[in-house]
Each structure stands twice: as structure tokens, then as C-alpha cells.
T-cell receptor
Framework: DVKVTQSSRYLVKRTGEKVFLECVQD?????MFWYRQDPGLGLRLIYF???????EKGDIPEGYSVSREKKERFSLILESASTNQTSMYLC?????????????FGSGTQLSVL | AQSVAQPEDQVNVAEGNPLTVKCTYS??????LFWYVQYPNRGLQFLLK??????LVKGSYGFEAEFNKSQTSFHLKKPSALVSDSALYFC??????????????FGTGTRLLVSP
């Protein structure tokens, strides 16, 4: 069965900490995405990657960076966590062919920044 | 910019009754439209997509969606709701990033509650 795995289901961090969210997919997909989900705001795209070491900013990249050193792994980095980054973070992947291909999502990481 | 709107935060329906979850879109060019579902404590799952062709698209779990170009709508439907259909539903549209790479833009979501 195809899988997108996020390393943590729940995470609690303090303001100012550097936070790493990890995502691994086993489908050999070229494209990977990081979204955050907030009530009333839906899903908003933070960053995406269309190949190893390639990335593009999404709609809300401020305060975040990403790393994709290997095809199967896409990391989201919060350089200095702030309380307004408390959210559910969802990772997704898709095959090349763009958004005509369906996205496969991980189960999400609920991050709380205190 | 490409966008979708889901006008209802919540839809309530009794089990066995038909259900509709609404979505309208705003795009330049031909729309690629999608529905995803999120069950409690789970990631999003793909339900169906419209790219071209028949205006009635069939998807997973007995769901279908009707594309209406004149009303710029893509409503999700099911003839007979189940309690297990209770979940959060997201409409999405294809958009393009600065490099021309394709991505999905999601709506705000509609919570569906099916009562026994």
C-alpha cells in the first residue's frame, strides 16, 4: 500500500526553538508538498518541491524553509518557532504530471508552540 | 488567481437522504477540479477529479460531482448518505506557481454530519 509517513503525530515546542518536521514517501514520487491546516482557513500551501534539491515557495512561506536532499524525503523547518505557527501540518506527494495527478497525504503533525 | 469557495462551514443530513456539498470556482482557462475527504485523525484522501469530458464525475465511496460551467460550480453529491460519510470535505483547483509548476489550491472545507 502506498504511504506518506510523517515522523510525529503530535509535537510540542517552545517559542524560539528550531523545529524539524519530516516526511517520507515510498511511491517514488517527484513532487512533494507541505501544507498547513487551520480551522476556517482550509489548507494553505507553504512550500513544494518538484525534484531533489528543487523547491518553490507556496502561498505562506514566511517563517519556514524546506530541504529535499533525497527523492523520498521532504523536510519542513521552522527556524525560530512562534505561537502563530501552532497548526496541523500535512505533507503530500504526487507523481510528475502535475496537479492532474492526485495527491497522497500523510496523517499530519499537530504542532503546538508554547 | 485560481481559487475555490465552499460557502457552507457545515452540512447536516439524515442517513439515507441525499447530500450535497457545495463548491464554486474562479479560474482563468479550463478548470481542473478535485474533491478530497478527511476522516477524523486522518490525512486527506482523494475522492474524485474533473479535468474534461462528462460533467458528472464518479468517485470513491459512491460520491459523484457535477461540473457546471455556467454557474462555475463543482458540487459534491451522494444519493444516500451514510453515518460513516461524516467527515471534512475539501474542494480544490489546479493553479500554477511562479515556475509554471502545478499545485493545488484548497477551499476552507465543509464539515458533513450525517445523523442516524
Amino acid at each position: 500500500d502506498v504511504k506518506v509517513t510523517q515522523s510525529s503525530r503530535y509535537l510540542v515546542k517552545r517559542t524560539g526553538e528550531k523545529v524539524f518536521l519530516e516526511c517520507v514517501q515510498d511511491m517514488d514520487h517527484e513532487n512533494m508538498f507541505w501544507y498547513r491546516q487551520d480551522p476556517g482557513l482550509g489548507l494553505r500551501l507553504i512550500y513544494f518541491s518538484y525534484d531533489v534539491k528543487m523547491k518553490e515557495k507556496g502561498d505562506i512561506p514566511e517563517g519556514y524553509s524546506v530541504s529535499r536532499e533525497k527523492k523520498e524525503r521532504f523536510s519542513l523547518i521552522l527556524e525560530s518557532a512562534s505561537t502563530n505557527q501552532t497548526s496541523m501540518y500535512l505533507c503530500a506527494s504526487s507523481a510528475r504530471g502535475g496537479a492532474g495527478e492526485k495527491l497522497f497525504f500523510g496523517s499530519g503533525t499537530q504542532l503546538s508552540v508554547l | 488567481a485560481q481559487s475555490v469557495a465552499q460557502p457552507e462551514d457545515q452540512v447536516n443530513v439524515a442517513e439515507g437522504n441525499p447530500l450535497t456539498v457545495k463548491c464554486t470556482y474562479s479560474v482563468s482557462g479550463n478548470p481542473y477540479l478535485f474533491w478530497y475527504v478527511q476522516y477524523p485523525n486522518r490525512g486527506l484522501q482523494f475522492l474524485l477529479k474533473y479535468i474534461t469530458g462528462d460533467n458528472l464525475v464518479k468517485g470513491s465511496y459512491g460520491f459523484e460531482a457535477e461540473f457546471n460551467k455556467s454557474q462555475t460550480s463543482f458540487h459534491l453529491k451522494k444519493p444516500s448518505a451514510l453515518v460513516s460519510d461524516s467527515a471534512l470535505y475539501f474542494c480544490a483547483v489546479r493553479a500554477f506557481g511562479g515556475t509554471g509548476f502545478q499545485k493545488l489550491v484548497f477551499g476552507t472545507g465543509t464539515r458533513l454530519l450525517v445523523s442516524p
